[in-house]
C-alpha cells in the first residue's frame, strides 16, 4: 500500500482518491498561496550548494542509497519536475501503488517499460487482441531485436493459456507476461491472478517474470491490477485520465522496486511527459470520477439499445455478461463496473459499417477512447489494420466491427444518433 502524506487523513481517517485529486502533494504555501499548483516551465532547477547538487546526482543515477528520510531534489525537467511529480502521487492513489512514472505518451510508457525488462533473446507472452500500436512494437519492431513475442487468445479458458505457454519453444527465456484487459476491441477478459500464477511457475531459475497490465479500458476507477498479482500497471493517459481529447500522455504504476528501472530508463530514453502535459492531467484527475461513471451508465443504456437493435447482429459489452457466460465469474472477480467501452458488429460487412460510421452527426468518427464526446471507429481498417487479415478473424475483428467510445453526452441524444445511422445501413 502506497504512504499516504498526512494531508490524506482527517483525524486518522483516510480520505478517498477523488477527494484528494483536489490538492494532495501540494501546498499553497508553496506557490504564493496559489490554490492550483503552476506550471514549473523550466529546463533547471538552482542548487543550493554544490554539495546539495552532488547528492541529487548521486540518488538520481543510483550511485548510493538515500539516507532515511532523504528524498530525491530537482534537478533537470528530463529527470523530474514539480508537476509530474504531483501528478504521479494522485496517480498512485487510484491503484493503490507505491510509486509512478508519467510519460510523454501511452506507446512510451509501454515501449520504455517493456525494454527496462527485456532483453534480446528474452520471450514475452501476450494476450490478442491488443491495441495496435502495441501489436506492431511486439510483432514488427522488438522481433528486429531479437525478441521473441508469444500470444495467447483472450477469453479462453486458463488451461488453453497454460498450454500455449508450456509448449513455447522459448518457454525458458520468459521474461514478461504481458496482457490488456479488457482486451481492444472485444472486451474479452484476461485471468491477471492466473497470469501471476504462471509468472512464478516458469519463471527461469534466478529470475524474476514481470506481470505488465494495460488497465486502459477500465482504469483506474473499475479495474486494480496490482490487487490481483500484477506487477506493473500501464495506462494510455491520453484516454480516461486525460479525458478530454486534448493531450497524449502514459503512465506506469507499481513498486518503488518494480518503477527503479523504468524510471532509470525513461531519464535516459527521455520519454517523461512536460510540465504543461503533467499541470493538464492534474487537471483532468479532478473530475476522473465524475466522468467516467457518467461514461459507464450511458454505456448501459446505448449498449441496451444496440442488443435490441435488427441491424445489429452481436455485441460486445461486459455489463452484458450473464451467469452463464464462462467469463461471468472473472468479470466479477476482477472488474467494479463495465466501463464506457462498446464494440458491435452491424449486419453486414465494411460498406455497411462504413455508411453506418459516415451518417453519424452527435458522435465522433475518430480513433481514440475515454473523452468526454463518443467515438466511434473501425478497426479493422483503422486502429487494428496492420494486424494480418487471418488475425484480426481469429479475435472478431471483422469488417462489420465498430468500437464505440460512449461519452458524457445526454444518453438519450446518443441513441438518438445511432438510430438515425443505423437507418441508413
Known amino acids: 500500500m502506497t504512504e499516504r502524506k498526512p494531508e490524506g487523513y482527517i483525524n486518522g481517517v483516510p480520505l478517498h482518491p477523488e477527494s484528494l485529486m483536489m490538492g494532495y502533494g501540494y501546498k499553497p504555501e508553496w506557490s504564493e498561496g496559489a490554490i492550483k499548483c503552476p ?9 543550493k550548494t554544490a554539495e546539495e547538487g552532488k547528492a541529487f546526482f548521486e540518488l538520481a543515477y543510483g550511485l548510493r542509497s538515500p539516507k532515511p528520510g532523504e528524498q530525491p531534489g530537482l534537478i533537470y525537467s528530463r529527470i523530474n519536475n ?8 494522485r496517480l498512485c492513489l487510484w491503484d493503490d501503488a507505491e510509486d509512478g512514472a508519467v510519460f510523454e505518451s501511452g506507446m512510451a510508457a509501454i515501449a520504455t517499460t517493456v525494454l527496462a525488462y527485456v532483453r534480446p533473446g528474452d520471450m514475452i507472452f501476450y494476450n490478442e487482441p491488443l491495441y495496435g500500436g502495441t501489436d506492431h512494437l511486439f510483432r514488427c519492431v522488438l522481433s528486429e531485436f531479437g525478441i521473441h513475442a508469444v500470444p495467447f487468445p483472450a477469453g ?4 488453453q493459456v497454460e498450454a500455449i505457454l508450456a509448449s513455447s519453444e522459448w518457454r525458458d527465456r520468459l521474461a514478461m507476461i504481458y496482457i490488456e484487459t479488457p482486451a481492444n476491441p472485444t472486451n474479452a477478459l484476461v485471468d491477471i491472478e492466473f497470469c501471476r500464477h504462471l509468472a512464478d511457475k516458469y519463471a527461469p531459475k534466478g529470475r524474476e517474470v514481470v506481470v505488465a497490465v494495460d488497465n486502459t479500458f477500465l482504469g483506474p476507477l473499475w ?11 500501464l495506462y494510455s493517459a491520453t ?9 497524449i500522455a502514459g503512465a506506469c504504476l507499481g513498486s518503488r522496486a518494480k518503477l527503479a528501472p523504468v524510471k532509470a ?7 517523461m511527459a512536460g510540465p504543461w502535459t503533467g499541470w493538464l492531467l492534474m487537471r483532468s484527475l479532478e473530475t476522473l470520477k465524475l466522468r467516467m461513471t457518467a461514461q459507464m ?8 439499445f444496440l442488443a435490441d437493435h435488427p441491424k445489429v447482429q452481436k455485441v460486445y459489452y461486459l455489463g452484458h455478461l450473464t451467469e452463464e457466460h464462462p467469463q461471468f465469474a472473472l468479470y466479477r472477480k476482477q472488474c467494479l463496473a463495465p466501463g464506457g467501452m462498446i464494440s458491435f458488429e452491424i449486419v453486414g460487412g465494411e460498406a455497411e459499417a462504413f455508411r453506418f460510421l459516415n451518417a453519424l452527426k452527435l458522435i465522433k468518427l475518430a480513433v481514440s477512447l475515454g473523452s468526454t464526446e463518443s467515438l466511434a471507429e473501425h478497426p479493422a ?19 462489420a466491427l465498430i468500437r464505440l467510445s460512449v461519452g458524457v453526452e445526454h444518453p438519450e441524444d446518443l441513441v438518438l444518433d445511432l438510430k438515425q445511422a443505423l437507418d441508413q445501413v
Do not use: C, W
Open 223 to 233: 479495474q486494480h491490477p496490482l490487487k490481483h498479482g500484477a506487477d506493473l500497471v
Open 381 to 399: 481498417t483503422m486502429t487494428h489494420s496492420d494486424m494480418p487479415k487471418a488475425t484480426q478473424l481469429a479475435f472478431g475483428i471483422t469488417d
Open 239 to 247: 484516454k480516461y485520465i486525460g479525458g478530454h481529447s486534448d493531450l
Open 82 to 89: 514539480p508537476d509530474l511529480e504531483i501528478l504521479e502521487d
Open 156 to 159: 479462453v479458458p486458463n488451461e
Open 265 to 271: 530508463l525513461r531519464t535516459f530514453l527521455g520519454t
Open 39 to 47: 506550471i514549473f516551465q523550466t529546463s533547471t532547477f538552482v542548487f
Open 297 to 304: 451508465k450511458n454505456a448501459r443504456y446505448v449498449a441496451d
